[in-house]
């Protein structure tokens, strides 16, 4: 009997359910390295988070260390891990391509090329924003060793795909789009190439900045808006109705091919009974006075996302710990150490490196474990049975737009529709604080107001080499040394291929 059900090649892919099949892969391989390691890159290497050790847990090998004072090299292991999935995206990426080319032509199939070739585009940005120059591969199942190409052409190559995929891009937003790259998607991640061309190739892109965010806020039936409500966007049940939302990374506490822990992360073990927690958290990641100082209105609703000062339950109750003398505080000395001791938990500012004994340690008491403002914007998944959380992570926002096309004016571009610098952001404040509009904006007020919305959001280090504050000095950190702004290439990379060019400073 003939069997007309088997999905052979000659039928598969040929629907738009199969090449959003067939493209899966690069999304869960994406998501794979989006919410951890590559944050980690693109935090810890600024003034907005640290990860210091707390009684030895968490020094790993040195790692959160070498982020912070910029003395990484190129056996790095986040700095490997984050090359590996972007470098294998891209890969799955190809094979992608390969099998949808193969299916006869449809208005579905050019979507579907659109939209994977838009997700290589975009890892490949990641990927010039990390390390420069890289090898570019495109075809699936080439064999050759590429060679480095320069960061200028990788530029080049990035805007060509987008510009090839715009047209075949879908205009839909919300549940039918999302997750996946649609026409806005490819508009935003051209803003924020432009944004950054100065760095990347020495090129004045400023007035490209504004098209691309005009083709946003100007689209018809106004696709996009801010959101009123700041806290909301990041719950652990966002998803498409958040309006705000361009292109996001959908994470699910159930699924485990790209794990979101950020509550883990952030949250103290003290905390695990506030917010309902199925498993003791570990929180050895924290603020620095340096970032957290751009929250400096008290009536702005972005204060919220964070965990500072003493502690209670919702209903009033403070939250406590049951501990002794010596286990708040590891340097007392009395000779009743080990009395019962009742702690009211009090996230402080300061991180002190506290124990000499350890590196880069804080120590191993509840001052200790205390110790930093805490980042509480993706709240904690109390509905999960794993350290896994459901809250999707944005990679390009509505509010981004506005700030993209304030700061585009600021530093020479065309005003445009009416709108300047000053009023872009006072329409972003006015749904974030209640202070008075303001009057004046420069470009160091468009950089405090990124750090305070975009908290968290792996985007800090990309607008401080920007805004060229990235060779300052905060915390511990006092290196100034310019070639950091990019990181070297893997180790295994450089012996796997010989025909790559490792990067300056690198050896």
């Known amino acids: 009997m003939e069997v007309k059900t088997q999905l052979t090649s000659d039928v598969f892919p040929s629907t738009p359910q199969h090449f959003a099949q067939v493209a899966g892969q690069v999304y869960s391989q994406f998501r794979q390295v989006f919410s951890r390691e590559y944050f980690f890159l693109q935090s810890e290497s600024t003034d907005e988070m640290i990860m210091p050790a707390r009684g030895g847990n968490w020094y790993d090998g040195g790692y959160h260390e070498q982020l912070h004072y910029h003395t990484w090299n190129r056996n790095h292991s986040h700095n490997s891990w ?94 039918e789009t999302y997750g996946r790259p649609n026409k806005y998607t490819a508009f935003a991640l051209l803003a924020r190439m432009y944004l950054n061309a100065q760095v990347y190739n020495g ?76 498993y003791v958290p570990s929180g050895p990641m924290s603020t ?28 009033g109750r403070p939250v406590t710990v049951a501990t002794t003398k010596k286990g708040y505080d590891q340097t007392y000395t009395g000779s009743d150490g080990g009395s019962a001791y009742t702690y009211h938990v009090n996230i402080t500012r300061d991180v002190i490196l506290r124990d000499a004994t350890r590196p880069f340690d804080v120590g191993n008491d509840e001052i200790a474990w205390h110790m930093g403002y805490r980042n509480n914007k993706f709240y904690p998944d109390s509905t999960s049975t794993t ?54 904006v420069s470009l160091e007020n468009i950089y405090a107001e990124r750090c305070r919305e975009f908290a968290w959001e792996s985007i800090h280090r990309t607008d401080m080499i920007r805004f060229g504050k990235f060779e300052g000095s905060w915390g511990f950190k006092t290196d100034g040394d310019v070639r950091k702004r990019i990181f070297p290439i893997p180790n295994d990379v450089m012996i796997l291929n010989t025909k790559l060019d490792q990067n300056p400073g690198y050896f």
């Not at 990374?249 to 506030?274: C, E, K, L, W």
């Open 82 to 175: 984050v090359w590996y999935n972007l470098s294998t995206t891209i890969s799955l990426a190809n094979q992608s391509l390969f099998l949808i080319n193969k299916a006869p032509e449809s208005a579905a199939k050019n979507t579907g090329l659109a939209e994977v070739r838009t997700m290589r585009a975009i890892t490949y940005y990641m990927m010039m924003d990390l390390w420069g120059n890289i090898p570019l591969v495109t075809q699936f199942g080439d064999t050759t060793s590429p060679v480095t190409t320069k960061r200028a052409e990788v530029f080049n190559f990035i805007e060509n795909e987008v510009k090839l995929a715009l047209p075949y891009l879908n205009k839909a937003v919300g549940q």
């Open 203 to 278: 090129t004045n892109r400023y007035n490209d900045v504004v098209a691309m965010c005009d083709s946003i806020i100007t689209a018809p039936s106004a696709p996009y808006a801010l959101e009123t409500d700041y806290r909301k966007m990041f719950n652990i049940n966002n998803g498409p109705a958040i309006k705000e939302f361009i292109f996001a990374v959908p994470y699910d506490n159930g699924v485990t091919d790209g794990t979101q822990f950020h509550a883990r992360y952030t949250i103290p073990r003290s905390m695990r009974a506030r917010f309902s927690l199925p």
């Open 288 to 315: 620095l006075p340096e970032y957290y100082a751009y929250f400096n209105d008290a009536n702005d609703v972005r204060n919220g996302q964070w965990l500072t000062g003493l502690q209670y339950y919702y209903d």
């Open 387 to 440: 350290r896994n959380q459901g809250n999707d992570i944005p990679m390009f926002r509505y509010a981004d737009v506005l700030l993209m096309k304030a700061e585009a004016i600021l530093r020479g571009a065309n005003a445009t529709n009416g709108q300047t610098a000053l009023s872009l952001v006072n329409a972003l404040r006015a749904v974030r604080t209640t202070s008075a509009p303001w009057t004046t």
